[in-house]
């Protein structure tokens, strides 16, 4: 089975590491191709263009920051839809809109492609060590025959519907839990702290009881020790995602008014602190506004 | 060691009853004095009044309502102030404001009392399995002695400073987060559910995942099934508690919006379902919001 | 001096037929020719497309529902911008994003065609009296050379700047003023009724003391009768504006939590009350979750 | 007539010279003696107390910083309470909390004493040119007879019904209006400065059209200038107000998310800016929240 990657940022690098390593041949493509070379030395092939890489393999998946960067490489004649052959699978990775789910979907059965949506939870250190959670959607055969290559990827591994968008909905809604729990834990300890209790303690409380789980006990001490930068993952791409929660609740008519809280929080943060601290630096917003 | 017990809703009856398990010595008392009749049955003394109770013990535990109800059993030629014997222990376990925690252990020290503040995290079935987990603060050395006791009561045992309104910051700190996780999961259900991906799938991946912990497992469900009623935890309560929080952050000067949302949440599902729906209701108000 | 005006919604036959009463020679077109047969009938003329309007006038108007109708109106061989002679002038009344208004202006400046925007305030009974305020952006010598027709349709002109996408801005900017009006004024008439003071009470007295505007004495009496059918401005239009001043606010980096207040309300509102209730029936969501 | 008058703050002394100036025999208290000075030289009498005032008066007006200074006046054996006579009037001018209003109603109806609430709207300047206007409740009877003195302090009088406590509530709603509308301009504002309109000309535009009152009148060019120093009326009394329509929302179970957002900002401002800064100062922390 002939395997081809496209889109190798942070996430993707580890995840394209860790398919080399599980035996499979492996194609890459990526817009700057010096990414690629640290695994072309360990095994895999470099394609010209997304076209060349998917007419070659059977299974091609796609990593991509946003809705745009994934179009740029399905478009085209150069591009992924133009070179996968019928039958041919195209599994997207990316957290992109529920729309933009839905039109991809589209664009492969009218070209007799396969397609499914695998977004992974976890960040790039799970990534290196094989250990995101996979949350895919789409028929049930062609979750079956990825299933090899997703174990490769995730330890664990979710399946959520026929429909791939249903995956794309599934991963938005999580990061919009996760960032209200860092919202959470910010305003908590931070009253923990002025209030004399200690942040420390309160978070030590919590997550030995209600909240023993990674969410808080991975964010939890970023924001006790304010350890924003380098980010994992930068506040821009949460406010990316955030704007895709806002706009399938809107389409769907459902008003979330933590979810706008959060938003709002990214965009301040942003313009107070710039660009690239990670999106948990939120909670230096949260200290900052109570006078910390 | 002779126990005085005081407040035997449905969180103090189950207390009472496993420290009268423990093998403790235990004297009770109640407003409305037939609330008491199984425990004396199974050992346990009744006292006239606070004070008739205190005068004989060397702990007093108490857990009631609120912060009036707490005043009330302390004030008073019958209250609890008037009967403890210097060097005798007060260990307040209900949910009250800090202010009001300061306030009784200015009073307790002014006569040669002793107080810690140790309220309790855990629902009533918690409770009667002794499984709650209790947060204590104060003098090192009444948390040493109380600690058979409330080793009986509960599972776990924080210890989180020497001043014992901590622990109360602690306790409401808690019950926002709480509050927190619930409008997150339903806004996050609610979504998918409109959206096509569905609330119990999103809720299994994410309890198998980054919010693998009992806040997301026991409410997470609650809100799948609309299962409100009866209330193990009253709405009018958690209104009350995020009140508390409020006058805290306040006092500290903390914003906190998501507090905030909150305590319009609670307002508005007493204001639409009645008083008596449980606190994880809010999330039913979501749902309607919603048009579901 | 040939006029033409397209779009003829509400608004847009209420401004084109000042304008015919003004003495302006008037051609039109609208996606339905059948809204044109009174303003035929009152001495104007019908083109058969954008492109054959444009080609005959020296300004022309339009006025459309969003941002995807103004580009329909625009692209094509049958569009807009290939018909616009070079030099003369678009006047662009409708509420669109900032970052259209952008792109607008850019492609008529490639073609040497001219550009305002010229947004409005007011409903359609005051376009039918010719009592709107035009809010104006461009270059000087065009809002001159358009002053004569502006002032056919409202009674006050604001200059805000050559650069068009700035009165785009404005406007959004004044429709989220008047719905955070209007949410303040639901919010506080709710607690005057519920509190026993009446809201009409309330009302009076504001109008005639610190809000003595028409935002407060149009939207109030709307209010206090709860009459939001038939819809002057329809909820579905008013969230649109919202996402465009939430879109502004995004690349701008600016936090608005009052925005997000609003945008939230208005999706509650049709999710519950339907598409077709006026965008001040926010109001009756603000009674209704108050339990009235 | 001899009158009485118990607070001689910013507001209480411009009230006062206005009452001297209209020619009524004036009696003054206040808690720093040294504020009477001016006032006793144009003519006024100083009491020694509360109670010594109150015993020669046919009408006592009081205008006080919260609920505590009013019942620190009324109080105890040198209080306004046990000095008034049966059938003589108290007139409470003072922002307080609705349930207050109700327990001093009830005092006064016990021992025969009259009692209104005539809170005000307007700053120091409005109050020293005797332009404020007072929102009268209470017996009509009691209504007509303190109407020449009310008309000497205000140009305007608001009879809003029988029962003394619904013109707090009136007022309390009124300053909640005022800061919501501080808000929006500050939030639009901030999004037409850094979108590039610039914030004065959107003032301009609004206060010319829809929104030409006195509350976007008199913030608008506060918030343009960010002229929040010296203040004319502090934050912290600000968010006393806020606290006290959060209270009457609560008791009357009435959710208002905007009234939430309000009360963050000012406890935000407050822990930013310090204690001493105008409550329009939540427009300096909308700003320097987007990064200006």
Redesign the interface.
Known sequence: MHIGFVGLGQMGAAIAANILKAGFDLTLWNRSADKAAPLVAAGATLADSPCALASGCDIVLSILADDRALDAVLDGEDGLLAGLRPGALHISMSTIA?ATAEAVRDRHVARGQHFLSAPV?GRPDAAAAGKL?V?A?GDAADIDRAEPLLRAIGH?L?R??D?P???N??KL??N???M??V???A??????E?????GT??L???T?????????RNYGPMLAERRFHPAGFPAALG?KDM?L?GA??????????????L???L??T???EGEDIDWSGIGLTVA????L
């Open positions: 529920v939870f959670s949350v959607a664990k979710f959520v519907g429909d968008p249903a995956a909905l599934i809604c999580g919009f839990m996760l209200a729990a919202e959470a834990m305003e908590a300890m931070t009253l923990a002025k209030g004399g209790a200690g303690t309160l030590e409380v919590m030995n009881t209600l909240f023993d789980a990674l969410a808080y406010l704007r929660v399938a609740a809107e389409d769907s008519r459902v008003p979330m008014p933590l979810l706008s809280l938003r709002d929080r965009v301040e942003i313009a107070k900052k506004n109570a006078g």
